[in-house]
């Protein structure tokens, strides 16, 4: 099953790369001139797009938080998870949480059950996608991923999805969890700064010769220089061919020994705790940071930290 599984998911990867070649430089002056919400090329692109990103993505995050070394004993959820769950479920038993969450929730789901963090909300929350590109609440961000597609558990389990459930419980890496959340929830708190009156008070500090501004929709009065001519498609072909921030950083980015040290101690605790290679782990560390953080991590990497 688990080899179906992962030919399905190389099929969407290759698929979501032919879909950004097509999206990507020389953009297609045909695509834009058609552009409409009725129907066009553009559409189809735009909606492959985020049905295959989904796609990958989740199933990533699938395979990794749903696999076990070998021979080990089911986990069980780390501190920060089961505080968690006390806290925004009170109303069940935290080691209840799965038999009375998320087995019932991902029962209910056509495609995905997803565990994460409102990001907007810092707070936990379980949710379901019937489909990959579907609907789920603004800000969550996915913790823990349950595939409920019929191709991950019909040729085992047929139409038995509480016993795909009651298995796949035993094989959970909680670790991988514990892990994704204390990264959430941090990120999340940084969030929290753009509460709408520090918000104001940013803004008003940009005007220091309005301290009266008021807020709501702007007249054209608020506008005193013309606006600068829509630059359309060259707009748009100048931002395809920036460099992929997801794979080189265009921020300068300060690269400190401390930080370089806690990459380090992430990929090897995490190698120790998946499947993934240290190299995948890299790789995944290393993402949206510049060259000389990702040259001096590897040499860390080859000679260990000082
Ligand atoms: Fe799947």
Known sequence: ???????????????LNETMKQLSNPYDPELVRKASPASGKLRELETAKSFLNNAVLLHELFFENVILPDNSAPMAPGPQTMSLIQRDFPHVKASDFWDTIIKPTSKAARGWCIVGVNMLQSNMDVAMLDSHEGII???LYPVLIIDMYEHSYS??????????LDHL???????????????VMSASEMMRISIPEEAEEYIRQQFTDKSDIEFGFPDEDDFPDPQPESTGLDHRNELSIQPNPRAHSAVEDKVTKADLEDAYNQITHLSRVSFSS???????????????FRDELWAMMQEGPE
């Open 155 to 164: 040729e085992q389990y047929g139409i038995d999805r509480g016993t795909y």
């Open 278 to 292: 240290t190299d995948d782990m890299f790789d995944k560390v290393v993402r949206g940071r510049s060259p000389r």
């Open 137 to 139: 609440p603004l800000g």
């Open 169 to 183: 419980k035993r094989s959970i890496n909680w670790s991988i969890v514990e892990h994704r959340l204390a990264t």
């Open 1 to 15: 099953m688990f080899e179906n599984h992962w030919k399905l998911y190389e099929g969407y990867v290759l698929k």
